[in-house]
């Protein structure tokens, strides 16, 4: 009995085997690439002094991806009209460990009561390797209804500064 099944010639068998050698490597090298840039901690809490429109412990949120950066503000500071969504104009400065600062700035908001705490953020900005941010030195300011509401922090960020990747 003879076999019917077909044979392909020496030089294709080759030529499959080189494809699924060079897919095994990619996928192998997929397996061990570095992961993306992280920053730690990724949340903090600091206190700010916002004057006549309050303040208090307020968390900031940070993510990393290279060299892009963002932070999120929860603060506690109140609402003193109904806010429309994205109408908060707003720059967040952290000091550098190393010397000077990092702004963070965006108009991103969710939609917020009269009385209910004011979310900001993402707010974007760029970071380098090796960053060490702390909002201790900096400043908070976000421009409502065309005044601008500035903060100062009471002290440094707990558990400490956010240190990029």
């Known amino acids: ?27 192998t090298g997929l397996a061990f690439a570095p992961a993306a840039a992280a920053v730690a901690p990724t949340s903090a809490t600091v206190t700010y002094n916002c004057g006549f429109f309050g303040g208090g412990s307020t968390v900031l949120t940070a993510t990393q991806d290279g060299t ?19 109408s908060i104009a707003t720059t967040l400065t952290l000091k550098k460990a190393a010397g000077g600062t990092t702004a963070f700035t965006g108009t991103k908001n969710p939609a917020t009561p009269t009385g209910a705490t004011v979310t900001v953020g993402p707010l974007t900005g760029t970071v380098a390797s090796g960053d060490s941010l702390d909002a201790g030195g900096g400043t908070l300011k976000m421009v409502l209804f065309g005044i601008t509401v500035t903060c100062t922090p009471t002290g440094n960020q707990a558990p400490g500064p956010f240190v990029y990747e």
């Open 68 to 86: 892009s950066a963002t932070v999120t503000v929860s603060s506690n500071i109140t609402a003193p009209l109904p806010l429309a969504a994205d």
């Open 1 to 27: 009995m003879r076999s019917t099944s077909v044979r392909l010639p020496a030089r294709r068998r080759l030529g499959i085997g080189a494809v699924l050698a060079a897919g095994s490597l990619a996928v």
